[in-house]
């Protein structure tokens, strides 16, 4: 055989590839890029979602120090803890839609300004209601990386590496609640309240010169679909307003130059739009061109991203809650100092850890085995913890409510948070996957329902554990995960369909 015969064998490599927007060819493709660089990015990122993590409980050992030198009532301190909650929730929201048009590096460096000013500012505070104002800035700037974090990894690793990824990223901020008390029940025993605030501004210096010196920016404006709706945009009225121009011209009308000439306005928009390389070089967009709630409404818009969101922001919810009440119960009834506290919560957050990266291997390994063996989706993998997560709340309800040896709440405390992580790191995996060229959209809707949810939490909390005990407030959760738990199984058998549907209302709108 001549090598310049053609064989059938060979005729399949002559057919055109269609691929989704986020494998569009573009320019140094950070997917391309060596493992050494993509750690080096997971590493920094990972180091700077800690502040999300850290800010939201480290100030919970200063409280009594902060109300007695600033003067301020009990229920002034819980509001600065709910505000920054539903601040650092919501705020997200802006922060994607400026980083799905601007780039995920002017994100960063932005938000971790912003943190660092509101630290700086909170250590200075000699008002309680300057403290509470600094306190929701601190919020909104160490909102972003916890979002757009996922973003990036979105950038750089496949769909069948990104549960791994996703694990060891989120393990980070999920020792914030464990290591919070415990650095700062430290610094203000040692020195004071505002010693914990100077700490966050020296952490937000480091990471801020980090971002700045040592990333590189994983954005892609070919593989962003927010960013290619507005451009589309831009582009089509540019051409609208060029057609009515040459309509209202004085010269001779369209129709007298033999039909070559100038569109009209109804042409231009029957027209399908396809985004050239040239035109997005060509075409620079603005921050006057964030537009923070379109892609906010079209992730709810699809019926499987609303019935994973809300049980992803029960389970941090959940997280919220127990943190918090078990903090209580401790000082209460077991006589633990803050610091104390804090050592007894980490058994929490090395559950978070440990189930965070073994859940998202396995959340990697099971999609790969069922697209080996004809398609599947990576919730499969939350089945194995489904089995657990409610005993094990159940478990810690009665041993704090029959006030045990501390050694059962500890073991209890490390089996929810495993059980508990090991899921929601398949859901956000999920949530990123479900939503090609807009993962980072879809991530910071995820971070509005989990403020929320968590804001919520916060608020009925106490009141329901003065009330029913922690007995009858963990049952209670317990129950509130098994719904969560449903609505899973629920995207797991029928989100795939939804999702097919929702895409296909979206092309015949679009």
């Not at 539903?86 to 995920?104: H, T, Y």
Request: charged letters at 15%.
């Amino acid at each position: 055989m001549h090598p310049t015969e053609t064989t059938p064998a060979s005729q399949p490599l002559e057919v055109k590839i269609k691929l989704d927007i986020e494998h569009a060819v573009v320019e140094d493709d950070p997917r391309t890029w060596s493992n050494v660089r993509k750690n080096a990015i997971l590493f920094i990122i990972s180091g700077a979602s800690m502040i999300a993590g850290l800010c939201a409980n480290i100030q919970n050992p200063a409280n009594a120090q902060i109300e007695q030198q600033l003067h301020a009532s009990p229920g002034q301190i819980s509001l600065s803890l709910s505000l920054f909650i539903i601040v650092q929730g919501n705020f997200p929201v802006i922060w994607s839609a400026v980083s799905e048009i601007k780039g995920r590096k002017v994100v960063y460096l932005l938000s971790v300004s912003l943190f660092t000013v509101g630290s700086v500012v909170v250590a200075v505070s000699k008002t309680i209601g300057l403290l509470i104002g600094m306190r929701a800035i601190q919020a909104a700037g160490s909102s972003a990386v916890i979002t757009i974090g996922a973003a990036t990894l979105a950038d750089i690793f496949e769909p069948h590496q990104r549960g791994t990824m996703m694990g060891v990223y989120y393990s980070a901020p999920l020792l914030g609640p464990s290591l919070g008390p415990i650095i700062g029940g430290a610094l203000t025993q040692g020195v004071s309240w505002r010693a914990v605030f100077w700490f966050l501004v020296i952490w937000g210096g480091v990471m801020f010169s980090t971002f700045l010196f040592l990333f590189k920016d994983t954005f892609r404006k070919e593989r962003s679909l927010t960013y290619q709706n507005v451009l589309k945009r831009r582009i089509q009225d540019r051409k609208l307003m060029r057609a009515e121009q040459a309509a209202q011209s004085e010269e001779k009308p369209v129709s007298e130059e033999g039909g070559e000439g100038q569109p009209t306005p109804k042409d231009v928009e029957a027209q399908s739009m396809v985004v050239s390389a040239a035109a997005i070089k060509e075409v620079k967009l603005s921050f006057a061109d964030v537009h923070p709630f379109p892609p906010y409404l079209r992730i709810l818009s699809r019926k499987n991203n609303v019935a994973i969101l809300i049980p992803s922001g029960l389970l941090f919810a959940f997280s919220f809650s127990i943190t918090y009440t078990c903090a209580r119960t401790l000082a209460l009834y077991y006589n633990y100092n803050a610091l104390k506290t804090g050592l007894v919560l980490l058994s929490y957050g090395i559950g978070n850890l440990i189930g965070s990266i073994l859940g998202g291997w396995w959340s990697d390994r099971t999609l790969a085995r069922l697209k080996a063996a004809n398609g599947g989706m990576r919730l499969h993998s939350t089945k194995i913890a489904m089995w657990w997560l409610p005993p094990s709340i159940v478990g810690y309800a009665w041993v704090c409510q029959e006030r045990v040896h501390i050694s059962a709440i500890c073991v209890m405390l490390f089996l929810t948070g495993f059980f508990s992580i090991w899921i929601y790191a398949s859901t956000l995996a999920y949530i990123v996957d479900a939503n090609t060229g807009q993962s980072s959209s879809a991530v910071a809707t995820n971070s509005s329902f989990r403020g929320v949810f968590a804001f919520v939490a916060a608020e009925i909390a106490v009141p329901l554990q003065d009330t029913m005990g922690d007995g009858g407030l963990y049952t209670l959760w317990a129950c509130v995960m098994l719904i969560g738990e449903l609505m899973i199984l629920l995207v797991l058998y029928k989100g795939k369909q939804w999702r097919q549907a929702s895409i296909e209302k979206e092309k015949g709108s679009g």
